[in-house]
Structures are given as structure tokens and as C-alpha cells.
T-cell receptor, first 110, second 117 residues
Framework: KQEVTQIPAALSVPEGENLVLNCSFT??????LQWFRQDPGKGLTSLLLIQSSQREQTSGRLNASLDKSSGRSTLYIAASQPGDSATYLCAVFGNEKLTFGTGTRLTIIP | GAVVSQHPSWVICKSGTSVKIECRSLDFQATTMFWYRQFPKQSLMLMATSNEGSKATYEQGVEKDKFLINHASLTLSTLTVTSAHPEDSSFYIC?????????????FGPGTRLTVL
């Protein structure tokens, strides 16, 4: 059974700093990995999707990497802003289903 | 493109009543839709996979008689919580997948918050 873990569970950083969120998964037989953000009480916003054949994806200030063999992914956020405050979820697709991580609650301090 | 809507966005009901939640893909056809549940401060857990024109596949531990799923068209799936109880209070999120490849990206709805009194 796939298990997805995100560390840390919560993170607070001053505005302007760069930061890294971590995601690890136990079964490396995945098709893709996706990062989402979720604002309180809201649905999911897809940030980046990395296919299993890819090593990284970039969108604006966000960069996600994938090391399938070691079961790890990172989400790098550059020059953080207060609007980046949210919960970030990673999810892996494998065995016909999407399995979500436990999430990292990010707070950017102005 | 790839917009998924849910209705209602929130609902409050009395214990013992049934509640229906709709999930629609607005600009694409979705042979497969998914229903997830999220408890406060927890992650999303897949409840069931809904396939158009056939019975839904439920995850282990999810009662199919309590959570009725109907996927009658390529753009609409419904989740009915029957005889709801306070422990069913949760955030329910659906997703829809265009095309037939299982690894195609899922697009998520905005969620429905259910509160059972």
C-alpha cells in the first residue's frame, strides 16, 4: 500500500526567503506526482505535475523535483510571499489511484 | 479549460436525513470521476471511483450502502450520503479525469462542506 509522507507538517518562514517542502513515498511504481495548494476551507489548486520520466517541473517561483528511485520529491518556493501561505499537498498516482500526502502547512511571516 | 464544479458548496442537515452532492465537469467529458473525503487538518482520502454507466468501486472501509454514487452521464456524478450522522460531517471533494488513460491528470472540484447536526 502506497504511503506518502510530508515533512515538516508545519513551517513558518519570513517573507522573501526561499524554502523547500519535502514529500516521500514508499512505492516507487508511480506514473506521476503532483503538488497542490489548499487554502483553508477551500478545494485544491494544482501547482505542478511531474511525469515519472521527468526530473523536474518549473512554474514561476515554483520548482518541483522528482527522484522516483529514492521515493522523494521536493517543492522549492523562491522569494516567498505572504500569499504563499497555505497547506501544500503532494500526491502520487500509481496502482490506478491518487494517494495524497499528509500536507505541510506553510505560513509566510510578513 | 478543465473546470469541475460541485454543488452545493456547503450543506447543513439534520441527523438521519440524506444529502446529495453533485460533481460536474463543465468543459470536458469524464468517463471516470473520483470522490474524496477530508477530515479537519487531515489529508484527502479516496472514497470511491465512479465510472460512467457502471457501478462505483469503493475503497476498503467505505460503506457503499451509505455513500451512494451515481455516474449517469459523462459530465455528472452524484454522491448521496444516506441517513447522515454527525460523524459524516466532513469536506467532500470530487475530481474528474478526461480521456480513458488512468494516469491522465485529475481535475478537482471546489469541495462541499457537509455538517450533520
Amino acid at each position: 500500500k502506497q504511503e506518502v509522507t510530508q515533512i515538516p507538517a508545519a513551517l513558518s518562514v519570513p517573507e522573501g526567503e526561499n524554502l523547500v517542502l519535502n514529500c516521500s513515498f514508499t512505492d516507487s511504481a508511480i506514473y506521476n506526482l503532483q503538488w497542490f495548494r489548499q487554502d483553508p476551507g477551500k478545494g485544491l489548486t494544482s501547482l505542478l505535475l511531474i511525469q515519472s520520466s521527468q526530473r523536474e517541473q518549473t512554474s514561476g517561483r515554483l520548482n518541483a523535483s522528482l527522484d522516483k528511485s529514492s521515493g522523494r520529491s521536493t517543492l522549492y518556493i523562491a522569494a516567498s510571499q505572504p500569499g504563499d501561505s497555505a497547506t501544500y499537498l503532494c500526491a502520487v498516482f500509481g496502482n490506478e489511484k491518487l494517494t495524497f500526502g499528509t500536507g505541510t502547512r506553510l505560513t509566510i511571516i510578513p | 479549460g478543465a473546470v469541475v464544479s460541485q454543488h452545493p458548496s456547503w450543506v447543513i442537515c439534520k441527523s438521519g436525513t440524506s444529502v446529495k452532492i453533485e460533481c460536474r465537469s463543465l468543459d470536458f467529458q469524464a468517463t471516470t470521476m473520483f470522490w474524496y473525503r477530508q477530515f479537519p487538518k487531515q489529508s484527502l482520502m479516496l472514497m470511491a471511483t465512479s465510472n460512467e454507466g457502471s457501478k462505483a468501486t469503493y475503497e476498503q472501509g467505505v460503506e457503499k450502502d451509505k455513500f451512494l454514487i451515481n455516474h449517469a452521464s459523462l459530465t455528472l456524478s452524484t454522491l448521496t450520503v444516506t441517513s447522515a450522522h454527525p460523524e459524516d460531517s466532513s469536506f467532500y471533494i470530487c475530481s474528474a479525469r478526461p480521456g480513458t488513460a488512468s494516469y491522465n491528470e485529475q481535475f478537482f472540484g471546489p469541495g462541499t462542506r457537509l455538517t450533520v447536526l
